[in-house]
Structure formats: C-alpha cells, structure tokens
DNA sequence: TCCCTTCAAC
C-alpha cells in the first residue's frame, strides 16, 4: 500500500466502511502522513471520523488538535459521538457547546449523541437549551434527532427529581464530582459571539489523572462556587466505562416532573416514524407508570403495521409485573417464543422479574435455566426473584453462583441480597456481606447503605445500624424509614420519634411507609395521644389513605392499653376490609386483658374468612386458658386436631461463632445440655435470691404447680440464653431470637439475669427487640 | 447516529 496515490486515499476516505479494524484505520493514517497535506483539514476530519468509529477517542482527540481552526463539522460530531460512546457524558456536551460557540455550522447527526449525553446528565435545563438549538437550526424533523429528543423528555419525567430542584446527582462508584455551571448559556446564535459566552466547570479535586481536560477546556475550570446554580454530576472514572447506566438517580419524594406531554408534542409533529420513535414512547409511558397508555401505544404500532420487537417487549414486560398479571406475561413470552426472542437476555430478565412479581418464581427459575448467556442483570434478577418470595437460602446461593460464575456483584446485587440476611437474621452474613462492600468501595451508596442499616437493626444491632445511618452523606426516604423502623422494633419510641421530625426539618416529607414506622413506634411504646395525632395528621395533612399496616399500629395500641370496644370499633369502621391478621391483633389484647367475651365475638369474624386460622385458635385457646375454662380449651383442641391444625412450636436461636443453635421448649438434645442445665439451676438460685417468683399464671396448660414452674424453668429462650452465657466471654452482648412472643414471666426472668451476669441480653420475638440491661428492659414492660 | 431488563423501607 505505500504506493498509494492521494485519490485512492480520497476515495476510501469518502467510503470508510471499508476500513473494517482498527489496524487498516492506522495504516490509513500512516499514508496519509506521507502525501504532501497530511494536515489538511479534509484528511484529518475524515480521520478522526474513522478513528471515532472504532471507538478510539485519544486517537481521534490527537488529531482533532492538529487541525487549523476552525475544525469542519464532520470532527467536531464524531469527538462529540465517541465521548458519549466512552460515557464521557460532560465532555461531550462540552465539547458541543464548543463547537458552536467557534462559529461552525452543525448537522443534523450531532444530535443524538448530544440528546443522549445530556439525558444522561440529568440537566434539564441544558436539554431545552439543545431542543430550542434544534428548532433553530430547522432540524426538528429528523427522524434519529427526534427519537432521541423523546427518549430525553421520557427520561427525565420519570425520574424523581430532588426536593430543592438543584442537585441531580448521580450515583457513579469511583467517579469525581464536576460540577458544571451555567452551560446552557454556552449556545450562541450561529454565528454568534462565543467569546462572550461562558462555561464554568469545577470538580472536588484535581482533575490530574483525566487527560480529557488537555483539550482545549482548562480555561474554564474554575473553583466551585456554592452561590452558583450548581448541577452536580459524577465524572466517570478514567477507564472510560459506562458506569452510569448502571447509576440511579438520587431520589427523594418531591413532585415528578411531568414530561410525557413534551413528548407526546414531538411524537405528534414527527413527518416519520420509526419501530425506536414508537418503542421510545411506549418506554416513556411505563416508566412513568402511564400503563394503559404504554399499552394503547402497542395496539396502535400494530395499526402502524410494526411488530414489537425486543425493545417493546422487555418495556412492556415490567407493566405486567406491576399489575401482578401472569396471564398477560405469558401472553408475551409465548409471543417471545415464536419469535424467537425468548433467549433474549433483556427479555430473559424481564421475564424472570415479571414471573417473581407474579409468586411464580418456579417459573423465574425455568427462565432462568434457559437462558443461552447470563449477565449482572440476570443473575440479580432470579437473586431478587428468589429473596422477594421469601427463599432466602435460595437467594443466597444464586448469589455465591454468581460469584462463582465471576460476575462482580453491584450495588443492585446487595440491596436483593441484604433483605435476605436482614429477614433471616442471620448477623454473620450479612456482616460478610458488609466486608465485601467496604473491600470494594461499595459502602458510600445510598441503597447500600440503607439495606445495611435496615440489615442490622433487624438483626438486633441497633447501634450499627445507627452508625451506618449517621456517617451517610445523603439520607432518602428509605435510609429514614429504616432508621425509624429501627428504633421502633427496639422499643426507643422517642428516638424513632426524634427521627420522625428530624427528617421532616430536614424537608423529607413522610411517606406512608415512614407513617407505618412512626405509628409502630408509637403502639410500642403505648403512646396512645402522639399515634392519633399522627394518623389524623397523615390522612388530613398529607392526604395519605391509611392502609393495613397503618390500621393495624393504630388497633394494636388501642388494644394494648385495653381500650378494646374502642379498638373494636376502630378496625369495624376500616375503610378497607379488615384481614384476619388485624383481628388477631385485637384477639391477643383480648388474651392480655382477659376479655373473652369480645374474644368469641373477634374469633369468630377471623374464622368467617379464615376458618383455618392455626393462630386465631391458638389465642382463644390461650384466652379460655387464662380464664381457667378448661371445657372450652379440652373442645378448641379436639377442634383444631379433627381440622389437622398444629401450634407452631416455640423456637429459640443463637448464633455462635457463626453457627446457628436452635432450642425448643424443654428440649434436651442439644450436645451441651448438661453444661446449660446446670447453668440454668445456677441462675435460678441467684435469681430467688434477688426476689424473683415464677408467674404460674403464664402457664396455659391445667397442671399442677410444681410443673408449671418446671415448665417455665425451660422455655427455649432460657436454654438459648443459659447456652449463650456459658459459651461466650464475660461482658458479651446475648442476642437471642424467638419465633413467638416472649411469655410474661421469661420477660420478668431475663431482667433478673441481665443483672445477674452483668451483661446486654437482646431478644428478638416475632413483632420486636426486647433489650435487657441492669434488670430493665427497653419495651418498658409493654409489649 | 436513536429505544429495552434487575434493587432498598411496610
């Protein structure tokens, strides 16, 4: 090739998809170096397009700066097309704002590239700025540049933009902070003066290791200045990967912004459009939770003689999930069958995602299985499938395969999998998990943080999850409710209330999610007068209609406190139907209070819905029980067995050494039964000493007294806690989980230890923590 | 040159 002449070169130049690698583009350009103009203007810029092509961006940028200003449009549009390529979203913008600012007319295939980084800045006001460009320029009748202007409309409506309107941040793991102010100015006229147009940048550090900067930009870096507007976006890191797809947008609870009519107006003066303008708008409409509309947009592609291709249908896909409707979802996978899109890993997850939300998650796995190529997102999708349906054993070892498989977990992977730790209460792993996060710098992010907050509050770490929540940069909606929710389930009702106003000072405006944390902590720690004010205010204040959850706290209190005709009449006047599980609720005041008459009356609403209710029967029975009608208990017994009901036994755990023992009640199995036994008698001894008498009356059963003492003597906290004690150092902390409520005399009991062996004894039973120091307990005996 | 899938608090 070195005989070359100058016209070949011309030509090839003219056709570059003959170039097919990277190698041919450098031996082009090392021919090139070699004829008499190699720097003129129509040489380079055709270069640099070919280098733009294969994605080589330092190449293209080299030779872009050899060129005469100023550059022909042709270089200025590939620079712009390779950094949003590379997701270098703020030098391409910057790089446009450039080009126009040098006086150089573009054309119409700059803007997509433009549309898609600033989309992918989350700025909207710069997106306008473009759009106006657009019509200016007269090509707003561009098909590609129009896709790409719904697709940014689409965008940003359905994001949640944050309460001060100012700071769209977005998340990017090893990224700098730029902050990038009053860009939307840089758009001049055509022909315009740029010079007087500015573009300020600032970052939180120097930029020493981002060569990107070298070209033609240090000028307007400046020192960031909190008095200017500031739009706050994340660098990517140096090696130039797409991290901020993978990104999510900061949320908070303020208003959405409704773009959807934005993009309705650009769909509707479109002269053509294609299967990406339609697909972009059904995209648009799901996101934005417009579903029927998504819908309607499908039929009328049909009308418009196209087929849903991929792209509709992992759009479509997720509707299906949110409407819990399996029989629609398989519609579409039998239409991905036949055609062929079945193996289609987007498609694959929407699927395995669409099945889970459905309670199919056998059908998730299947999808999985079948699946020819399996990637992060896959492999998050059947971990969330299994731990969102409660298989958390199964969740946990999709995740390991997916370790195994050497696919880098992402943030996305631990908030699936941290639910799972936090349900199980399993503390060790999900402190493995927290290793993991800090090793891999994961630990600053917001959804990360907030599972492990969540994490370890339901595993009895209050003050971990304290730690966590205090040393956190930005706290969202969720991180707040975890927190509360935290406190509640401990018994700190005051702290959980704290919180409560200090979020909303800090202008988070409660959520009904954050309503339900606030009225638990309320119902356990009997504050009868801060709940109502709180459920009047939600509903009158806040316009939030009051759901199960937050029937349920309110009923609960009242029952407690023993208002049980008010708490009768309460969840009566529901405005929704009242579930059997908020009966029960009212059925175990009436267990506390002795009330059985209102018991038979409650009992007997459970069992017109719920016949089979094993707990319902449990608690008459225990409300027989207490009011010593022994015919009536001998009778619910018969009853449940003929019926094949069984108690759920009551179980006790404790991890040591990150092995999980288990104990029932008066179980005697376990290898070091001698050693707790003795402990027990040990205990019981110094405890009559202190003044501490068995409360036979917790015993539900007709025997005599001696064995009911006996009874209580081997409830399966004591054995958890006896076993604790004599296999752990002096001083540590005792965390114990129960699957039942805590009966009144192991409560009475477990103070007495606490004092004895000097040490925190933390119980959790199936509705709260109980933390037990110094003969006291955080629930204030009220549980 | 444009469009798609997964996640946290109840």
Redesign the pocket.
Known sequence: MTSTSTKTLVNLLKNPISIKTKHQAKQLHAQIFKTETPNSPFFVSRLVSVYS?FNLLNDSLHLFNTLDSPPPALAWKSII?CY??NGLFVQSVLFFVKMMASGVHPD??????V??SS?LLVDLRFGESVHACIVRLGFHL???????LM?MY??FQSLDMNTNDEFYGLEVSGGHKIYVHEVLDGIPERNGDGQSKSVLVSCNEPLDHTNYWKHGFEESVVGSDDNVNLHCVELPCSDGARHV??G?CA?TNSGRRLQMDSVRKVFEQMPTR???????VI?GF??SGLFEEALEMVREMGNANLKP???????V??IF?DYVDVIKGKEIHGYAIRHGLDT???????L??MY??CTRVEDSHRVFGLLPRR???????I???C??NGMFDEGLKFFRQMLLAKIKP???????I??AC??MTALHLGKQLHGYIIRNGYDDN???A??LV?MYA?CGNIRLARCIFDKMELH???????II?GHA?HGYALDAISLFEQMEEEGVKA????F??AL?ACSHAGLIDKAWSYFNCMTRNYGIVP?L?HYTAVADLLGRAGKLEEAYEFISGMHIRPTGSIWSTLLSACRVHKNVELAEKVAEKIFMTDPDNTGAYILLTNVYSAARRWKDVLRLRIHMRNKGLKKTPACSWIEIKNKVHAFAAGDESHPCYDKINEALNVLLERMEREGYVPDTKEVLHDVEEEQKKYLLHYHSERLAIAFGIISTPDGMTIRVIKNLRVCGDCHTAIKFISKIVQREIIVRDNSRFHHFKDGKCSCGDYW
């Open positions: 092509n097309r949003t390529d119409h295939n700059v803007f997509p590239s549309l898609k989309t561009d098909l590609y540049t129009n896709n790409a697709n689409a965008k797809d993978e999510s949320k294609d299967l990406v303008s339609w697909n972009t995209v799901a996101r291709d991929s792209f509709t249908l992992s759009s896909l997720p999930a289609d890993v987007f498609i694959g997850s929407s395995i995602d889970a939300k990637d992060g997102i896959s492999w998050n999708s971990i969330a499938a731990v969102q992402r943030h996305v992977s631990f908030s699936s941290m639910p936090a349900h917001v959804f990360i907030s599972s969540d339901k969202d909606m969720v991180s707040w409710t975890s929710m389930l959520n009904s999610v954050a339900v944390a638990t759901c959850e």
